[in-house]
Nanobody
């Protein structure tokens, strides 16, 4: 299983970005999929996640109402649409996949995930 994250960039506060995470090797609905971010000097933190069933989606409180995750099943790709970006959203963003979670569970801890994509940098200038 390989994950490829893309879509980061340099934007101004209030702008939007859409990150993509493409999975190769297996079908994405075999896994719970999560988005994490890590700012310099900080721990990796949960941003959003989707259960294996696809029915349960969770967001961190800091992004709730601004970020939305969706998917394109045909392309085996999951998206993270980030609206109204703030300077505190600046970080490297990672997508991850977990094969061992329960069907409707959304893992929130980084160590629960088995596969990780490379990070894509999001920088928000104020």
């Amino acid at each position: 299983v390989q994950l490829q994250a893309s879509g980061g960039g340099l934007v101004q506060a209030g702008d939007s970005l859409r990150l993509s995470c493409t999975m190769s090797g297996r079908f994405s609905n075999d896994y719970a999929l999560g988005w994490f971010r890590q700012a310099p000097g900080k721990e990796r933190e949960f941003v959003a996640g989707v259960s294996r069933s696809g029915r349960n989606i969770k967001y961190a409180d800091s992004v709730k109402g601004r970020f939305t995750t969706s998917r394109d099943i045909a392309k085996n790709t999951r998206f993270l649409l980030m609206n109204n970006l703030k300077s505190e959203d600046t970080a490297a963003y990672y997508c991850a996949a977990d094969a061992g979670s329960r069907w409707d569970s959304v893992p929130r801890l980084a160590h629960e995930y088995d596969y990780w994509g490379q990070g894509t940098q999001v920088t928000v200038s104020s």
